[in-house]
């Protein structure tokens, strides 16, 4: 099992500003991604990663961006945040075929 | 060819039966089948997997059954309890690809 973590868990920000969520695991996957979940609902791949300065857009369309300097870290970067924004994020990573997820990230836009 | 279909999207199930969660595929290729369980407020975690040259896994209460023929895999919780409420996604893989997602059953087990 991998130990992968999210920061913030939580957070409530006003439109317009610039957001970056934080992803970083310890057990040297490779393969990284970033799913928007609305509570309960369908996951959506925004961003992944299958190494360092390697990133791909996902199958949902999505604002942000993101970034894979080291191996461990996968930031994703609101530039300027909306309302529709809102959601849970989730990062995961994979040695291979399994993926595991960190705790996700609740934004709240107001 | 893509999608993987999940049914039902919500399930009810008194305390001690059987809760049964099924999905259907399309593409042949996909050789992984994991299940992922999800708490209010948690990511998803790996619950089990199988790969297609088998029939069937179980993992304590977990099952998944698999029909390679009608394309089709399902998971079934034995003697389900109230600490399995959760949501549940199925997933497939071919290869090195990405993760293909169900859209996920909201399973209640009644006291």
């Known amino acids: 099992e991998a130990d992968i973590y999210q920061t913030p868990r939580y957070l409530v920000i006003g439109t317009g500003k610039k957001i970056t969520l934080e992803c970083s695991q310890t057990?040297?996957?490779?393969?990284m991604y970033w799913y928007q979940q609305d509570p309960g609902m369908e996951l959506h791949l925004i961003h992944y990663?299958?190494?360092?300065?390697?990133?791909e857009k996902g199958d949902l369309s999505s604002e942000s961006t993101v970034s894979r300097i080291r191996t461990e870290h996968f930031p994703l970067t609101l530039e300027s945040a909306r309302p529709s924004h809102t959601s849970q994020y989730l990062c995961?990573?994979?040695?291979?075929?399994?993926?595991?997820f960190g705790p996700g990230t609740r934004l709240l836009v107001l | 060819q893509q999608q993987v279909k999940q049914s039902p999207q919500s399930l009810i199930v008194q305390k001690g039966g059987i809760s049964i969660i099924n999905c259907a595929y399309e593409n042949t290729a996909f050789d992984y089948f994991p299940w992922y369980q999800q708490f209010p407020g948690k990511g998803p975690a790996l619950l089990i997997a199988i790969r297609p040259d088998v029939s069937e896994k179980k993992e304590g209460r977990f099952t998944i059954s698999f029909n390679k023929s009608a394309k089709q895999f399902s998971l079934h919780i034995m003697d389900s309890q109230p600490g399995d409420s959760a949501t549940y996604f199925c997933a497939a893989k071919q290869g090195a690809q990405k993760l293909v997602f169900g859209q996920g059953t909201r399973l209640t087990i009644n006291p």
């Open positions: 057990m040297g996957h490779d393969k």
């Open positions: 995961a990573s994979s040695p291979g075929e399994a993926q595991y």
């Open positions: 990663s299958y190494g360092v300065n390697s990133t």
